[in-house]
């Protein structure tokens, strides 16, 4: 409460000093105007008008001054309330975040001048590199523009705003301009100043984006012709079954064979992608409070969710087995979330022993496994692993897949398989939240999976990637060595770790590469504070390009290294 009334406050503030500004801007100009029109013929025209300029030259230096010291001030204090707050991650890692939140709030308007570094670094009493690399982070993000000679400024689209383009696009009502004007929840501004997807998906490297432009769309489109031509009343309504029957039932047929998953039709409920699936498990299987493993790293959109769900969140470490699980805890989890056929973001597979491990644990302390198997059908060497949930009979996991690599994400279809005591329970959670429908859009997925075309595209795909991943990991074996590559990556997925030398700082390499074109994400960032200083690397996503466009991007990346002082091999 007393920090939403800080922010209040200090928006109020800025408003007011921005206010007088104008004004008095306003009545000088007036003086000038005045002067030329009332006094058009004398000759004292040029002298007035020169004291007016002069007048406005100075009202604008002293506001320029009064301003900046005020915010200076201003800024300071409610960074210093926020701080106390937030204490996940390195400084320099929460600083950026207090920034970044009073930016997306509003707290900081666009195309405001940010204070100097070294004024800020007094104000909040850090080291003035803390604020400097803070700024920087918000600069490769989006959010500041650095000035030449004119220090920061804040962007005057911040990425956000892309985010949400279609309530841009709304013209502002009376009642949406006193919305403007309303707090977020506290869990409200969590999730937002957490928020990680980023605003680019398509290009070298973005991690995890499949090549959409290689789908059939020919023969999705002629299904989706024929079958949209007299829809079924069933499929026009809501979805009250948890999904197309006929969607459930090709994947329940897929899963069996594909991913070993023990299953029936009635034990799938379709969602419309991991996130929803997510939040559906999580609102229906814990409460606030409760205790939720995750592992560490792990994907951001996890993390997000449980936060904002209530939820307390434990990070356990990874090794080249997958999750080290903490047999001896105290409090047991409700749930734990876990990538086991190729860990994410590092790429290791959970071992045997360590599933066994894991589904004792799990039936002992009375806990949900959730198992999300997102990109296991890209393995390009060997077998794929088969799923978790498929290990032993009536196991308590709940397996978790999505369409959105294999297909392309805009679809929005994922799907989880849940024991079969919990379905009906979920599947009235589901409707109750999200009240789904889609349901052609599901049937005609359902045909494309019955007629054999989902797995010729596996195949394809599975191909295709693997031929970029190997010219990528050739180029970094060329002109970085061995050691640049993680040594848990594997023949596998979407995207694969760059490995960096501890001391560097690879949120900036991330950041200076993105300046130049190339999309890389920092892995210090899917850590939690206990390990992010620790673990330098970079994700880069080998799948959405193709060779020649790897090359070009590959050598930008490299010229960025060694702006960073990385060897490089030649
Ligand atoms: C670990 C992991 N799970 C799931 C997903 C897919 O999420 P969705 O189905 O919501 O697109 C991703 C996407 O990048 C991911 O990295």
């Given at each position: 409460m007393f920090l939403i009334t800080q922010s209040v406050l200090l928006k109020i503030k800025l408003r007011f000093f921005a206010f007088i500004k104008k004004s008095v801007y306003a009545l000088t100009y007036k003086k000038i105007i005045f002067a030329v029109i009332v006094k058009k013929n004398t000759q004292s025209i040029d002298l007035i008008s020169l004291f007016c300029i002069v007048d406005i030259m100075l009202a604008?230096?002293?506001?320029?001054?009064?301003?900046?010291?005020?915010?200076?001030?201003?800024?300071?204090?409610y960074l210093l309330q926020r701080l106390q707050q937030d204490v996940e991650g390195t400084l320099q890692l929460r600083v950026f975040r207090c920034l970044r939140n009073a930016i997306i709030q509003g707290v900081l308007a666009?195309?405001?001048r940010l204070p100097a570094s070294r004024d800020l670094a007094k104000e909040i009493k850090v080291s003035r590199n803390t604020v400097l690399s803070a700024y920087e982070q918000l600069r490769a993000q989006g959010y500041v523009e650095a000035r030449t000679g004119q220090g920061?400024?804040?962007?005057?689209?911040?990425?956000?705003?892309f985010l949400i383009k279609a309530e841009n696009n709304i013209c502002l009502t009376e009642e949406n301009k006193q919305n403007e004007s309303y707090n977020l929840s506290q869990r409200g501004s969590y999730l937002v100043g957490y928020s990680a997807a980023s605003p680019y998906q398509w290009g070298a490297f973005v991690p995890g984006a499949p090549d959409v432009t290689e789908f059939p769309h020919?023969?999705?489109?002629?299904?989706?012709?024929?079958?949209?031509?007299?829809?079924?009343?069933?499929?026009?309504?809501?979805?009250?079954?948890?999904?197309?029957?006929?969607?459930?039932?090709?994947?329940?047929?897929?899963?069996t064979i594909a991913r070993s998953v023990q299953c029936d039709a009635d034990q799938i409920i379709i969602t419309e992608g991991t996130h929803q699936a997510i939040d559906l498990v999580s609102r229906t299987l814990s409460d606030l409070g409760d205790d939720v493993w995750i592992e560490d790293p792990a994907y951001w959109g996890i993390r997000n969710i449980l936060r904002i769900n209530g939820v307390h969140i434990r990070a356990l470490p990874v090794d080249q087995h997958g999750i080290i699980p903490d047999l001896d805890v105290k409090e047991s989890p409700k749930l734990i979330f876990v990538t086991p056929s190729h860990q994410y973001p590092l790429g290791?597979?959970?071992?045997?022993?360590?599933?066994?491990?894991?589904?004792?644990?799990?039936?002992?302390?009375?806990?949900?496994?959730?198992?999300?198997?997102?990109?296991?059908?890209?393995?390009?060497?060997?077998?794929?692993?088969?799923?978790?949930?498929?290990?032993e009979d009536d196991s308590p996991v709940i397996y978790m897949g999505t369409f959105s690599k294999t297909i392309y994400p805009a679809l929005r279809i994922g799907y989880l398989v849940v024991p079969k005591k919990l379905f009906s329970p979920l599947r009235v959670a589901a409707s109750e939240l999200y009240r789904g429908g889609h349901l052609l859009d599901q049937t005609i997925l359902a045909?494309?999976?019955?007629?054999?075309?989902?797995?010729?595209?596996i195949r394809r795909m599975r191909l295709l990637y693997s031929k970029r991943h190997a010219f990528l990991v050739d180029l970094i074996h060329r002109h970085?060595?061995?050691?640049?590559?993680?040594?848990?990556?594997?023949?596998?997925?979407?995207?694969?770790?760059?490995?960096?030398?501890?001391?560097?700082?690879?949120?900036?390499?991330a950041a200076n590469a993105l300046e130049k074109g190339v999309k890389v994400r920092a892995l210090s960032q899917y850590y939690t504070k206990q390990y992010s200083t620790q673990h330098k690397g970079l994700l880069l996503g080998?799948?959405?390009?193709?060779?020649?466009?790897?090359?070009?991007?590959?050598?930008?990346?490299?010229?960025?290294?060694r702006d960073a002082g990385i060897q490089t091999l030649n």
């Open positions: 604008r230096a002293t506001f320029n001054f009064w301003e900046r010291a005020n915010l200076q001030s201003l800024l300071g204090d666009p195309k405001t920061t400024w804040i962007a005057e689209k911040i990425p956000e705003s020919h023969i999705f489109s002629r299904i989706q012709t024929r079958l949209s031509r007299e829809p079924s009343v069933s499929q026009l309504i809501y979805s009250n079954e948890g999904g197309s029957i006929e969607l459930r039932q090709a994947l329940a047929e897929y899963l290791s597979h959970l071992s045997l022993e360590r599933r066994k491990q894991l589904i004792a644990f799990a039936r002992q302390h009375k806990s949900w496994i959730i198992e999300d198997d997102y990109d296991s059908e890209f393995r390009f060497s060997g077998q794929p692993y088969p799923s978790l949930q498929g290990l045909e494309f999976i019955r007629e054999g075309h989902y797995e010729a595209h970085l060595g061995q050691n640049f590559l993680h040594e848990y990556n594997t023949a596998a997925g979407l995207h694969l770790i760059l490995k960096l030398p501890s001391d560097s700082n690879d949120v900036l390499i080998f799948a959405c390009v193709n060779e020649q466009k790897i090359l070009i991007a590959f050598g930008i990346l490299l010229e960025c290294l």
